[in-house]
């Protein structure tokens, strides 16, 4: 059985805690594949606007391009008005019906998971693989996830990887940028190059 992988988040801009997190997933659970999923534009525009979603995916390509096993699509930003997961792993489920899907997360997103539309109905449907972010423990998910994550725990189909933490988040590299610091060993260097090229975090 095929089993894929899929990695949603906003990638602004995708760093190298989010590429060792993508490797452990893909090794610890043996994946044929890892598929990057740069979010879309904002639905509602927001106080703080992301960086727009071309570059997002421009950067992601050039982040993954080294590894055979990863790849990227554009199917949450081509997608009209706003964007779920449940969605997402709805359109992979039918191009790949008898394949095992699995979504990464970092463990701060495993503590929202409650609030995502159809959250029950999508870990029925979906392994979850969960990546620990420093200051985050499971032991303090809300009260709606206990009952999940522990037979979810015991029936395999969530799984924490067991790869040591990278401490390492997008809102860093973008300080560091706009402060005109070094981000040298800490994001891909093609995406350091296209960062430059675009004045983007300035
Ligand atoms: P920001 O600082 O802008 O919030 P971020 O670094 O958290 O960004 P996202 O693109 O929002 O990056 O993350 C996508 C997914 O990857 C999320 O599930 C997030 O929890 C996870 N993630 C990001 N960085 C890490 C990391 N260093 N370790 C573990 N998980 C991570």
Not at 41 to 46: A, C, S, V
């Amino acid at each position: 059985m095929k089993k894929i992988g899929l990695f949603g988040g906003t990638f602004d801009p995708i760093h190298n805690g989010h590429l060792h997190i993508a490797r452990a997933f893909a090794d610890e659970l043996a994946l044929d594949m890892v598929v990057f999923l740069p979010a879309g534009n904002p639905y509602h525009k927001t106080e703080h606007t992301r960086t727009d979603a071309q570059h997002r995916l421009a950067m992601t390509e050039l982040a993954v391009g080294h590894n055979p096993r990863f790849a990227v699509s554009d199917c949450d930003i081509i997608r009209k008005g706003a964007t779920y997961t449940f969605d997402t792993v709805q359109i992979f489920r039918q191009q790949f019906p008898s394949a095992q899907l699995w979504w990464l997360l970092g463990s701060d997103s495993l503590l929202k998971l409650h609030t995502w539309k159809k959250w029950q109905t999508l870990v029925s449907h979906t392994h979850i693989a969960v990546a620990a972010r420093e200051g985050d423990n499971i032991a303090q998910a809300p009260r709606e996830l206990h009952g999940w994550i522990g037979s979810a725990l015991q029936n395999g189909s969530l799984h924490l990887l067991q790869t040591p933490m990278y401490n390492l988040s997008s809102t860093e590299i973008r300080h560091k940028i706009r402060a005109g610091q070094s981000v040298t060993g800490l994001i891909d260097p093609q995406v350091e190059n296209y960062i430059a090229r675009n004045h983007l975090y300035r």
